[in-house]
């Protein structure tokens, strides 16, 4: 399980929706800054769920501090195509994003959201950050989209590179795509739930990820996994106990038992479908009303050994 | 409590949303079936079903159209359709847009142009609100073929489900970028309309661009421009159908916070544009553990208690009350939340329980478990 993301740059974590992804990205995030590496989650869908699971409030577009070393920022998409006009332009770059007509060009454009939201996730893991007097981050985990909009959005710049063909936005693409491309600089961690349709998209992933940045995921992490309380033959001793049982509460007991045992068995079959190049990190199921730091930072202990 | 057969007794659009990982697919497939099984021609359109579900729907072949899914497959799982039919089929949703582009060309060189076009060839999945509107398309499509008693659509997968009620109106403004056209083309009464220093504007485009992304660009939204008219009739109709009185919208969600809340904002949004809300799903409840309510303490002493009258050993009892613990604490979150939902709903939204199951849904006979649970409240057939 070496995949050594402390040793990366760009970390983009992804997976189905609902699989926990920004959980994910954020005890990372927990487990980095505890090494001291300056390390900021990165939200490219908008929302702001890791400040959130902190009780900080973090407007889009800024970087907020959770923690010791530990960084927030919800991508904003306007303020990223700022960033990028100005440093290409200066003062003519203002200008333009002062206009009204670019702005319908820029959000017209097909994929010019997804090229911008990456490109300002590469520009924080940047030594020279674009956005001055700005520091740059040993590490930036990227809490991505879902699956295909990720993958889509890991293939918009050597998209747009192929489309320009020459200038600007073409060498942009270009810079961009190389960085995603090296695996010295750039991890994909995908995460799942050992279930069926997640464990599916997971493996559609790595294919997606082969064709899209020619990189294998470098950890696979299976969120939300039960305990295995009962060997088959407890799980025989509890079923005839069941049926001998009159007391409700036990009865209650005992099914509950069964029914969590036989849960975790079809969950064992969903990892076993995973493989294991590399083999899959497992994180217990939660048995808690909400997730708090003191809850992430458990995850964030399990998590560890990715770094 | 009632079943989904009265929420849908006089439906013949039904599009199930919520927000992703919740169990719309299954919820959907499961209650066509149902619907099928009372003697209706249903036909449901899904987006990404899990491998195996379609498979043992026979669903693998995908030709973008309904396919008639052999009612033994049912029968054999204790679900006759007798009379009824159950059509499925999964969208393929760049196919579906091409399509869509075909049809509302003007004439075949539009058409080829457009297909041909290196920023529509490459970046369409891109087009925000693409694969949601080619979702509701299709329904379209397949409401004006007529011949079906139901449709049911199961919404795409998306993190936020309103991205779906959105759709329309962002890719309506996307043809109608008629502002850009006009910037794109450069030129006469356009610099107008935008205003002062446009010339000046497209110069510096050019300049951060590039000038073979603009000149592809300009020429995508040119073409686009003469599929305006047919697009904004279709958006229109599309719209109507999600309004009309036989089309009731489903929210299906899991008992966690999150997507309960997005369910509730989806909701809102439904009253809000005028649509109906027939019911809402929730899924994966654990209630099995209940049996504790308002005795906690009892946790407390539950090892020996189930050592004493099961017989179990002492570690195997503790595993158990360990189990039993867990489950009840999830029970009680999942009681607290759906008591959030139904409050918030307001008592004119029928709710409905379906508890955890044991396995994933990814078979008939699964589909049918879940059919009994939909359907156990509703009159009968």
Known sequence: MAAALADKRLVFVTGKGGVGKSTVATALGIAAARRGLRTIVAELSGQARAAQAFGIAAPSGEEVRLAEDLHALSVDMEQAMEEYLHERAGRVGDLLAASRAFHTFAHATPGMRELLTIGKAWELAQDRRRVSGAQPYDLVLVDAPATGHALGALRTPATFAEIARVGPIAHQGRTIDATLRDPAQTAVVAVALPEEMPVTETLALRRGLREAIGQEPAAVVVNACLPERLGPRQAKTVAEALSAASDRVVHAALRAALSQQARADAQREQVARLGDAPAPLELPYVFAEALRPAELGELADRLEVLL | ?381
Not at chain 2, 57 to 71: T, V
Not at chain 2, 85 to 101: N, S, V
Not at chain 2, 123 to 131: K, N, R
């Open chain 2, 1 to 381: 409590m009632s079943g989904v057969a009265d929420w849908l007794a006089d439906t013949r659009v039904c599009v199930v949303g919520g927000s992703g990982g919740v169990g719309k697919t299954t919820t959907s497939a499961a209650l066509a079936a149902g619907m099928a099984a009372r003697g209706l021609k249903v036909a449901v359109v899904t987006i990404d079903p899990a491998q195996r579900l379609a498979t043992a729907l026979g669903l693998d072949e995908l030709d973008n159209e309904p396919q008639r899914i052999a009612s033994e497959r049912f029968a054999a799982a204790g679900l006759p359709l007798g009379e009824g039919e159950l059509w499925a089929m999964t969208l393929d949703p760049k196919r579906t847009f091409d399509e869509l582009i075909a049809r509302l060309s003007p004439d075949d060189d539009t058409r080829e142009r457009i297909l041909a076009n290196r920023v529509y060839r490459e970046l369409s999945d891109a087009i925000a609100g693409s694969q949601e509107f080619t979702a509701v398309a299709k329904l379209h499509e397949l409401a004006q073929d007529g011949g079906w008693d139901l449709l049911v659509l199961d919404t795409p997968p998306s993190r936020n489900a309103l991205d779906f009620l959105d759709a329309p109106d962002r890719l309506r403004a996307f043809f109608e970028g008629r502002a850009l056209q006009t910037l794109l083309r450069g030129g006469g009464a356009g610099l107008r309309l935008l205003g002062r220093g446009t010339g000046l504007v497209l110069g510096l485009l050019r300049r951060v661009t590039g000038a073979e992304l603009l000149s592809d660009l300009s020429d995508f939204f040119r073409l686009l421009g003469g599929l305006l008219g047919g697009f904004r009739e279709r958006a229109q109709q599309v719209e109507e159908l999600l309004r009309a009185p036989g089309t009731t919208f489903l929210l299906v969600t899991s008992p966690e916070r999150e997507p309960i809340d997005e369910a509730l904002f989806f909701q809102r949004r439904l009253r809000s544009a005028g649509m109906t809300l027939g019911g809402a799903v929730v899924n994966r409840m654990h209630v099995d553990a209940d049996a504790l309510a308002g005795e906690d303490d009892a946790l407390l002493d539950l090892p020996a208690r189930i050592e004493q009258a099961a017989g179990l050993s002492p570690a195997l009892a503790k595993q158990v009350a360990a189990a039993y613990a867990d489950e009840h604490r999830l029970a009680r979150r999942d009681a607290a939340n759906m008591a959030h939902l139904r409050e918030r709903l307001g008592g004119r939204v029928p709710l409905l329980q379906v508890p955890l199951l044991e396995d994933d849904v990814h078979d008939v006979a699964g589909l049918v478990r879940l059919y009994v649970h939909l359907f156990a409240a509703s009159e009968a057939p």
